[in-house]
């Protein structure tokens, strides 16, 4: 999120794509409504199914999966119509805009109606409502993300933001609703493949700061690797991991340094929430080794059929265990045990430990939690005297002094126990403290530059100083893109800022241009390379004194060249519903080693009119009684009680055409080949050629029980098929999240 939750309280209208926060969010939902109570804000929601949001939504879109682009070029088109865009804050502080604004062209209320179902006029009142009433908040969850065009829709979105204004402003921004309590942190903390922590990238030069900031020698991180030009490689996603075990049948080269994946070890991921469960069942099956650490049973035990070599260990609860979470908001919060670990169950870090100590690394892994930067060398040395360290303070304080890409050197474990013990000492909707908390943003929402910056309460914000959270836009791509200036232009700084015009990042080779007066001879010593790999924080900290950010201050890009769509551009679904608008809207071309195996976009979009024999569309979501893959609230008696048991929302109109009863059971077939069996439940949510499925289920595999194969006494109370078994095949063109919001399917009575 660009902005919080509470800062929607400032918000005049909230417009909302692909996410369902009065169930998936229901706590945070309640500032949407407080936002109506306190500035009658005006609800937009747009989405294929008439949720629970959409029933307190002041106006509702019925969108079809799959075409939230050309429903955002639609509103542009009519914003820049009529004169509504904010020209000045698009002079000053974007990039790329007349790209925009030549697609959107293309992009009437008429053209839009045919590709999204949403009629034309009801597409000019949104937009209407919505360019007139400022600041906006928009909204997006994985509606918008989970599709072979993800990425460029979570562009889009921004790029909207852009045009009028909205964006750095309380009441405006992005703001991106996660799936869990620690979605942000995980991510955060290089989860993915294709990053260091922090979103350091995997160029040599950030192995080499990460290096020297693990207290381990560069040529040692090498020789983890079959050569160096590997830890420049990203590896195998989430969404794809087995296609790199062997035996896995498929016709998509890996590359994988000439062997496959032989052990998998999963630690807090629901197996069973991401796509394509039949392959995932053939990867499980064909491993040599699995592990799998969890409170619960995690049910890739209960789906493989492999006897050997499977084993669970029973990690510890949230309950059992202390350290820091990251808010959807970037904000971070301290969880004191309540208990301690129960019966054999550890904690993840003692797992992790013990893993450290039998593949010989154990002192590797811990030794910095003993050492400190020597704030005038940057240099780690050992704490004299320190000869064991306390979990997980000392753990939080590494991370706090080695991630400056995101500005978390604030977040020490002293200060987030504070912020989270006085909790009452902040406002709900700035998240302003007061008291002992005053000068400080309640979680310390990243960046938080030094242990004396409060926070950056909403990013992008020019309108107060940088030592109070602001910041203009990330110069990160360079000073200039085709003789056009990516800085932003004069008066566009934060308030306070030395330097009226756009800037470039901190680097120590120009950081004297940008204080107007040379370093000392200790600064010089103290300075690294640029703000990112300067150990002792040294170039942040005279940045912050001359009102200057760290990131620069260069304008937003509404192109991105490095992108295969230098800006978002409108794609059908690899399993379209609308075969006369593929030839327009083609999919990318199929992409050898994405995430180290060959993806296919065109050749299965191209393959056939898959509508003649699926003619359904599918869509997946969250209920509020699960979480994830649901396996911990399955487990408990009273949750399952509220949804006993796995379930399909169908129009009875179609449900009328297949015989198919409410309460009785269907299939749902996929054009993967493969089916579910499911319990019908009569719904005017969806449309008449739609069906709605959650994928909080688990237990049975293609209409086969599967729940015998739990341990004794670890069943849970409700189980039922995965929807991930007949989700489609799509994979976004950049990160590769599955397209799980999109696809199609028939059905019959079972």
Excluded at 54 to 76: C, E, H, N, S, V
Excluded at 186 to 195: F, I, P, Q, V, Y
Excluded at 651 to 656: F, G, S
Aim: include cysteine.
């Amino acid at each position: 999120m660009t902005n919080s939750l509470g800062d929607m309280q400032k918000s005049k209208a909230i417009i909302i794509f692909g996410s369902n926060p009065a169930v998936n969010h229901p706590v945070g939902f309640q500032h949407l409504l407080k936002a109506k109570e306190r500035n009658n804000t005006q609800i937009i929601v747009i989405d294929p199914r008439f949720t629970k949001t959409a029933a307190k939504a002041d106006i509702y879109a019925q969108i079809r999966p799959g075409t939230d682009i050309p429903f955002m070029y639609g509103m542009l088109n009519i914003i820049f119509a009529n004169g509504w865009e904010d020209k000045k804050y698009i002079d000053d502080r974007v990039f790329g805009m007349d790209k925009i604004r030549e697609e959107a062209k293309k992009w009437t209320p008429e053209v839009v109606a045919d590709v999204t179902g949403v009629p034309a006029e009801k597409l000019i009142q949104i937009t209407n409502i919505y360019a007139k009433n400022r600041p906006g908040s928009l909204i997006w969850a994985m509606g918008l993300t989970q599709h072979s065009i993800g990425t460029s829709n979570t562009r889009m979105a921004p790029i909207l933001q852009l045009a009028l204004g909205n964006m750095g402003v309380a009441g405006g921004g992005t703001n991106i609703l996660r799936g869990h309590d620690n979605v942000q942190g995980a991510t955060d903390m290089g989860c993915l493949s294709d990053s260091l922590p922090g979103y350091y990238g995997l160029a040599e030069g950030s192995w080499k700061y990460f290096a020297r900031m693990w207290g381990v020698e560069y040529d040692y991180l090498v020789k983890q690797f079959k050569d160096a030009t590997w830890m420049t490689k990203t590896g195998f996603s989430l969404a794809r991991w087995w296609a790199g075990v062997q035996n896995v049948k498929s016709d998509e080269k890996i590359e994988n340094a000439g062997t496959h994946l032989k052990a998998l070890i999963v630690m807090g991921n629901g197996i069973t929430s991401v796509a394509q469960q039949a392959k995932i069942k053939e990867g499980l099956d064909n491993l040599d080794l699995l592990v799998l650490a969890d409170p619960f049973v995690n049910e890739a035990a209960i789906l493989t059929d492999k006897k050997d070599n499977v084993f669970i260990l029973p990690a510890a609860t949230q309950f059992e265990t202390s350290g820091y979470c990251v808010a959807t908001n970037r904000s971070a919060q301290w969880r004191y045990k309540v208990v301690e670990p129960m019966y054999e169950s550890k904690p993840d870090q003692e797992i992790m430990f013990a893993l450290a100590k039998h593949l010989g690394f154990y002192e590797q892994y811990t030794k910095t939690m003993l050492m400190q930067i020597n704030p005038k060398t940057g240099v780690l040395e050992p704490i004299p005297g320190k000869t064991t360290f306390q979990w997980p303070e000392d753990a939080t304080n590494e991370i706090a002094r080695t991630i400056r890409t995101i500005g978390l050197v604030g977040w020490t474990a002293e200060r987030i126990k504070k912020h989270t013990d006085n909790w009452h000492m902040f406002d709900e909707v700035s998240g302003a403290g007061f008291g002992p908390m005053k000068g400080e943003y309640y979680g310390l929402p990243w960046p938080c530059w030094t242990t004396k910056h409060g926070g950056s309460p909403n990013l992008y914000d020019t309108s107060i100083a940088v030592k109070d959270g602001g910041m203009g836009f990330r110069n990160n791509f360079g000073l200039e893109k085709d003789g056009v200036n990516l800085l932003a232009e004069k008066s566009s700084a934060p308030k306070g800022s030395s330097i009226e015009t756009g800037y470039e990042e901190v680097t120590k080779a120009n950081i004297e241009k940008l204080l107007g007066r040379p370093l000392t001879e200790e600064e010089k010593v103290a300075c690294g390379a640029n703000w990112k790999v300067c150990s002792t924080g040294k170039l942040i900290e005279l940045a912050l004194e001359v009102g200057l950010s760290p990131y620069g201050n260069a304008k937003a890009r509404a192109i991105v060249w490095n992108f295969p769509d230098h800006i978002p551009m409108h794609r059908e679904p690899l399993h379209s519903p609308r075969q006369d608008l593929v030839a327009k809207y083609p999919a990318y071309a199929d992409k050898a080693n994405h995430f180290r195996v060959m993806t296919k976009y065109a050749s299965i979009q191209n393959a056939k009119d898959y509508s003649k024999e699926f003619p359904i569309n599918m869509v997946t979501g969250r209920l509020v009684t699960m979480n994830g893959a649901g396996i911990e609230n399955r487990a408990s008696k009273y949750i399952a009680a509220l949804t006993p048991e796995m379930f399909c929302d169908i129009h009875p109109d179609l449900a009328l055409k297949h015989g198919i009863r409410n309460g009785g059971m269907m299939w749902v077939h996929s054009p993967e080949g493969t089916k579910i069996k499911v319990k019908a439940k009569y719904s005017h949510s969806v449309l008449p050629d739609m069906v709605f499925m959650p994928f909080h289920f688990a237990g049975y595999f293609q209409g086969t029980d599967r729940t015998g194969n739990f341990p004794a006494g670890t069943k849970p109370y409700a189980s039922g098929e995965s929807v991930n078994t007949v989700t489609n095949y799509g994979y976004d063109i950049i990160t590769q999240i599955p397209e799980t919001k999109g696809g199609l399917c028939r059905i019959e009575k079972a």
